[in-house]
């Protein structure tokens, strides 16, 4: 895409989008002069202690290049190898990562539960829970990993957290969330990030970056700190310990300084929001499920899907049922880049 009409017309996912300037800036600063390699810069400790006043209690944090890595990471340090993992049919994890989850535990098994909008329901957790528990000729369920926000942009709220969170807990099952969006869920909800995560039994964060800000850099944060040596030496395995931790430390040092993280997902909601308010108006689109964060799914007529494709729009489309479609907003979406669609919409459902 070379021109900045084609940029304004991606809404395929956000990680379209660019780095924010404050970013870019951290990493040419942090270019300057030499420091210790592997996580012992100075950095890397201001990412710690600005995490651990984030989440009001001392953390530690790993930084790896990519979700994938943040999540196969922590379940591989949370379940053995006979245990399973129990997540939604829709979630990254049992779609997108290549199995990496069942390769990086040696070999856990994913099982996938059902609930509306993305999100665990409570009755299929229990059932799950207690299905062949403790018989050896099955897995032994393990761990149970939330996504915030949900593959299709909903957010489970506080309540909803704190139901699933005691039920896993209770049964002696670890908890994992993958927050690749769980700056968009802070933002929408305007709840602490304690109370979202261990308040509620996270043992460990995939605290996702890089699809709000950062170039190339995500975060583990563990909670059970007990769990931390263990996943040093598994980062390292992986490939995931960069000599030069210092630039991965730099991009979330600035994306946690001045609440960077929650500016730029609180306008990346926005714009779902203004996008979802467009597109009510117009009688041909059928909006799908809850858009709380920035991912939008709705129902629109093929006519109107082919005449996006021929304007220059990018999105997924088809992928889910067909006519279903994906619009996906970030920190880099404009007003204009959304009232655009929205009109672009319109146009052609009439
Ligand atoms: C819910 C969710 N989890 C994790 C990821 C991490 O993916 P990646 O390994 O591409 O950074 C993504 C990316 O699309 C995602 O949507």
């Given at each position: 895409m070379s021109t900045t009409t084609d940029t304004a017309r991606i809404f395929s996912s956000d990680n379209t989008a660019g780095a924010s300037p404050e970013i870019i800036d951290a990493v040419t600063r942090a270019a300057a002069g030499q420091t210790l390699p592997y996580g012992a810069d100075g950095i890397t400790a201001d990412v710690r202690r600005r995490m651990s006043e984030i989440f009001e209690r001392d953390v530690d944090v790993l930084l790896v290049s990519t979700g994938s890595a943040a999540n196969a990471l922590s379940l591989a340090a949370l379940t053995p190898p006979w245990g399973s993992v129990l997540c939604h049919r829709d979630s990254h994890i049992n779609n997108?990562?290549?199995?990496a989850p069942e390769f990086y535990t040696a070999g856990a098994k994913l099982v996938p539960l059902g609930g509306d909008d993305a999100k665990i329901d409570p009755d299929e957790l229990r059932a799950a829970m207690r299905h062949k528990a403790g018989d050896v000729h099955s897995v032994e369920p393990s761990v149970v990993s939330l996504t915030q926000a949900t593959e299709t942009g909903a957010v489970y709220t506080r309540d909803e957290i704190h139901t699933l969170g005691p039920i896993a807990k209770e049964a002696g099952l670890r908890l994992h969330m993958d927050g690749a969006r769980f700056a968009g869920a802070v933002a929408a909800l305007g709840r602490t990030p304690a109370e979202l995560t261990w308040r509620a039994g996270v043992d460990l964060l995939s605290f996702g970056a890089t699809k709000n800000g950062t170039m190339t850099a995500d975060a583990i944060v563990v909670f059970d700190r007990s769990l931390t040596a263990e996943l040093a030496f598994r980062a390292k395995r992986a490939g995931q310990l960069a000599s030069k931790m210092r630039f991965h430390a730099a991009q979330l040092d600035a994306y946690l300084t001045d609440d960077l993280w929650l500016r730029n997902a609180g306008h990346a909601n926005a714009m779902a929001a203004r996008l979802q308010e467009g597109l009510k108006a117009i009688p041909e689109v059928g909006l799908l499920g809850a858009a709380d964060a920035n991912i939008l799914f709705c129902r629109l007529p093929q006519r109107v899907i082919e005449g996006l494709l021929a304007d220059g729009y990018v999105f997924y489309h088809d992928r889910w049922e067909p006519g279903v479609v994906r619009f996906v907003t970030s920190f880099a979406t404009t007003e204009e880049d959304v009232d655009h669609l929205a009109q672009a919409v319109g146009r052609h459902a009439t």
């Open positions: 997108d990562e290549c199995g």
